[in-house]
């Protein structure tokens, strides 16, 4: 079995819990509270949880949080979601991800308990975290929600420690709504009354709603650009808060965007009532925090396709939000040390690629278009490669996959010496990627 790969009773099971549901998605918080009333309801006796939703820096918020509460010494339990390589990281279990046999054990008694009635894999899995956190001591659960917020299975914690509502864009319409105020509606709606809802950056729709919502339900709003503030400062970044002004090192994650999502982090450990982060930990977690596939820095198989000195990239950013975000770092880069950028591109049919590429589209020299291995809903190489030339990206070309594309590279670049090169469009092909890079 190669490494990474699920034990065959795990895939198994897996595959057993997504034909349990004529959807892969289907919103609802009924069917979950059954299975839950059933394994005794486990929700209930976890440890103080943040719960999390937004659209963009979910994952980032989630990890530098995590990281500063482990510089705490605090245990800490994170539940997040796609996963990468392997299914098991969307479980950690104070720390560590969850190994085949406990995870097995955990998908067993779900099965058991659901008795083959209509269940979401989302929700069958989010059951068996919720299982595996209640069982094992922990001082903090890091939860985030799979899609949306008002129905989202994560959504039936009564009384979290925080939420947090990092920035929403435009993202899975078909099941959120047409627009910003929609999709603002549906995430807003994990804020629950007397808790601490910290609300990262958003655009002036999202907050409205986000604000309104908020008011409706009781909750105490902690509002970026309101309670508090972060920006650059130097070689670091600076917070400002009612609560004070922190000055505090850069984050180990790279990006502009990185830095409010440090902010979010922070502004979390601020306000907890409990566990306390003392600052030490917060400046420590800052520097610490790993999140895979976040304008994350390759060094392994794939890179080694590349001329000496090039620079290899990966980012999962599937949207319009995260487009511009990309484009805003390699705009940064060029600034930097004015390498010419390449791209390597796949997307699912079920995104926006004009909306994603467009930013990109005056920064990239060239773009390889490739399928997402394994997903059914890809865009193929040549639909991918079309989409980047309806954006402006002129030397746009289909390739047969990520290695051929990085292979080909140095036969078609323009100018001299070393570049850089980003591979982006979708978390699938991310996670593809990830298990090339380090075979």
């Known amino acids: 079995m190669p490494d990474g790969a699920p034990s065959a009773t795990t895939a198994a099971i897996l595959d057993r819990l997504t034909r349990l549901h004529p959807k892969l998605i289907d919103l609802s918080l009924g069917r979950i509270e059954r299975l839950l009333a059933r394994l005794g309801n486990p929700e209930r006796a976890l440890a103080p949880v943040v719960h999390i939703a937004g659209t963009n820096g979910k994952g980032s918020a989630a990890a530098f949080l995590r990281a500063m509460a482990e510089a705490a010494g605090l245990r800490v339990h994170v539940y997040t979601s796609p996963h990468l390589v392997r299914f098991n990281e969307r479980i950690r279990v104070g720390g560590k991800i969850v190994d085949d046999a406990a995870l097995v054990a955990l998908l067993e008694e779900v099965e058991r308990a659901n008795g083959g009635e209509p269940i979401t894999f ?12 209640a069982r094992a001591p922990a001082d903090l659960v890091i939860l985030e929600t799979g899609l ?3 129905l989202d299975a994560t959504n039936v914690i009564a009384r979290p420690a925080a939420t947090v509502i990092t920035p929403i864009s435009l993202d899975h319409q078909s099941f959120l709504g047409p627009d910003i105020a929609s999709i603002a509606a549906e995430k807003a709606a994990i804020q629950k009354p007397l808790v601490v809802a910290i609300v990262g950056p958003q655009v002036p729709e999202a907050a409205a709603v986000i604000a309104a919502a908020a008011r409706a ?10 309670e508090w503030s972060v920006a650059p400062d130097g070689a670091g970044l600076v917070y400002r808060s009612a609560l004070g002004e922190r000055r505090l090192p850069a984050p180990s994650l790279v990006g502009r965007h990185q830095i409010d999502n440090a902010g979010t982090a922070v502004a ?16 420590a977690g800052l520097g610490r925090a790993e999140w895979p596939a976040r304008l994350q820095r390759l060094d392994g198989r794939l890179a080694a396709l590349l001329p000496g000195g090039w620079e290899l990239w990966l980012d999962g950013g599937h949207n319009p939000a995260a487009g511009t975000v990309l484009a805003d770092q390699a705009d940064a880069w060029s600034r930097r040390d004015g390498r010419p950028l390449h791209l390597v591109y796949g997307m699912l049919n079920t995104k926006d690629p004009a909306g ?3 930013p990109l589209s ?3 020299v060239t773009l390889a278009g490739v399928a997402v291995p394994g997903e059914a809903a890809s865009l193929s190489a040549i639909e991918a490669a079309a989409a980047a030339a309806a954006v402006g990206i002129v030397r746009a070309a289909p390739a047969e996959g990520v290695a051929a594309a990085l292979a080909a590279l140095p036969n078609g670049h323009v100018g ?12 699938y092909l991310a996670g593809h990627v990830l298990g090339l890079d380090a075979a």
């Open 416 to 427: 001299d010496g070393r570049a850089r090169v980003l591979i982006c469009g979708s978390l």
């Open 217 to 226: 339900a009781g909750a105490e709003p902690w509002r970026y650009g309101a």
């Open 122 to 133: 989302f929700e069958a899995t989010t059951a068996a975290a919720f299982l595996a956190f």
């Open 148 to 150: 949306g917020g008002r």
């Open 268 to 283: 979390v450990a601020e306000r907890l009532a409990g566990p306390a982060i003392p600052a030490a930990a917060i400046a």
């Open 362 to 364: 005056r920064i990239a």
């Open 356 to 358: 994603f590429l467009a």
